[in-house]
């Protein structure tokens, strides 16, 4: 049986009343029901669609574009609750199915959740959790000091956001480093600030020390170039939430930005006042 949960490029083998029947090099087929058979096609064309079982739980193809694939992680809508688990919205024409016991707690209607989607072994169903921790992992690193990561906001604590690293490992991010307003499922780039003896994992949201200069001025140097006088009004009195909706960075990093830059005098500083760009004459 073709996998369930991920995208394959199959090859029309045959047209019947129920719709297109696709197959793979290894003969496996599944059906693409009429409604979602394109205008036009021939027999041998090839066509990418998603696999998963239908409400006869028989595999089905569909080339709708799913909100989550397997092994993946997604914030989506309950649309339906009940006393065996609760149901969300992943663009697909049958809801996502959430076990009783898979919710970290009861879900409900109208609200969203961050889940992971994964194949239940004992059912060959496609089904989600919001019991996310489950499904990162930090003993074997595969991430390294500076690199930079993709994160998943999970959720919000007193020392700042936990968030997850490249959908495979659990990190945090400091609250005093966060310049914008964060809540779960928000998707962001990072760099991999700290790794702990523990293999804990402490992530910024700027590139740490000598190697974020670089790049950070480079970036409040598009800013001014993009700006009709050249002139952007942050100074050692603003303050971070300002420089952050300005130029996306840390006070700390601005300042080190336009340290470099003053030291290659791109920039006039005038204090209290701004920066100004030096024109070439």
Same mark, same amino acid.
């Given at each position: 049986?073709?996998?369930?949960?991920?995208?394959?490029?199959?090859?029309?083998?045959?047209?019947?009343?129920?719709?297109?029947?696709?197959?793979?090099?290894?003969?496996?087929?599944?059906?693409?029901?009429?409604?979602?058979?394109?205008?036009?096609?021939?027999?041998?064309?090839?066509?990418?669609?998603?696999?998963?079982?239908?409400?006869?739980?028989?595999?089905?193809?569909?080339?709708?574009?799913?909100?989550?694939?397997?092994?993946?992680?997604?914030?989506?809508?309950?649309?339906?609750?009940?006393?065996?688990?609760?149901?969300?919205?992943?663009?697909?024409?049958?809801?996502?199915?959430?076990?009783?016991?898979?919710?970290?707690?009861?879900?409900?209607?109208?609200?969203?959740?961050?889940?992971?989607?994964?194949?239940?072994?004992?059912?060959?169903?496609?089904?989600?959790?919001?019991?996310?921790?489950?499904?990162?992992?930090?003993?074997?690193?595969?991430?390294?000091?500076?690199?930079?990561? !993709?994160?998943?906001?999970?959720?919000?604590?007193?020392?700042?956001?936990?968030?997850?690293?490249?959908?495979?490992?659990?990190?945090?991010?400091?609250?005093?480093?966060?310049?914008?307003?964060?809540?779960?499922? !928000?998707?962001?780039?990072?760099?991999?600030?700290?790794?702990?003896?523990?293999?804990?994992? !402490?992530?910024?949201?700027?590139?740490?020390?000598?190697?974020?200069?670089?790049?950070?001025?480079?970036?409040?140097?598009?800013?001014?170039?993009?700006?009709?006088?050249?002139?952007?009004?942050?100074?050692?009195?603003?303050?971070?939430?300002?420089?952050?909706?300005?130029?996306?960075?840390?006070?700390?990093?601005?300042?080190?930005?336009?340290?470099?830059?003053?030291?290659?005098?791109?920039?006039?500083?005038?204090?209290?006042?701004?920066?100004?760009?030096?024109?070439?004459?």
């Amino acid at each position: 049986m073709l996998d369930l949960g991920v995208k394959h490029t199959l090859t029309i083998d045959r047209d019947t009343p129920p719709g297109l029947f696709l197959t793979n090099e290894a003969g496996e087929e599944v059906l693409l029901p009429n409604k979602y058979k394109p205008s036009q096609f021939e027999i041998g064309d090839e066509l990418e669609v998603f696999v998963y079982l239908d409400f006869d739980e028989r595999p089905v193809a569909t080339n709708l574009e799913p909100k989550v694939m397997l092994d993946e992680f997604a914030y989506l809508t309950c649309v339906d609750s009940n006393d065996f688990g609760a149901f969300l919205d992943w663009g697909l024409e049958k809801h996502l199915f959430v076990p009783h016991m898979e919710q970290a707690y009861k879900m409900i209607k109208g609200e969203q959740y961050l889940i992971f989607c994964y194949l239940d072994e004992q059912t060959n169903r496609l089904v989600a959790s919001s019991r996310v921790n489950k499904f990162v992992d930090n003993t074997i690193l595969t991430v390294e000091h500076f690199d930079e990561v !993709d994160l998943i906001v999970t959720n919000a604590t007193e020392m700042g956001y936990n968030v997850i690293i490249n959908e495979i490992h659990i990190g945090l991010l400091y609250k005093d480093e966060v310049f914008q307003d964060l809540k779960t499922g !928000d998707r962001l780039k990072g760099v991999v600030k700290k790794i702990r003896p523990d293999n804990k994992i !402490d992530v910024s949201l700027q590139r740490p020390g000598y190697r974020g200069i670089e790049p950070n001025a480079n970036k409040v140097m598009e800013i001014l170039e993009a700006t009709e006088e050249g002139f952007l009004p942050l100074h050692d009195k603003s303050k971070p939430e300002l420089i952050y909706d300005t130029v996306h960075l840390s006070k700390k990093a601005f300042k080190k930005a336009i340290g470099t830059l003053y030291k290659e005098r791109q920039i006039t500083i005038e204090n209290g006042v701004g920066i100004f760009l030096n024109k070439e004459e």
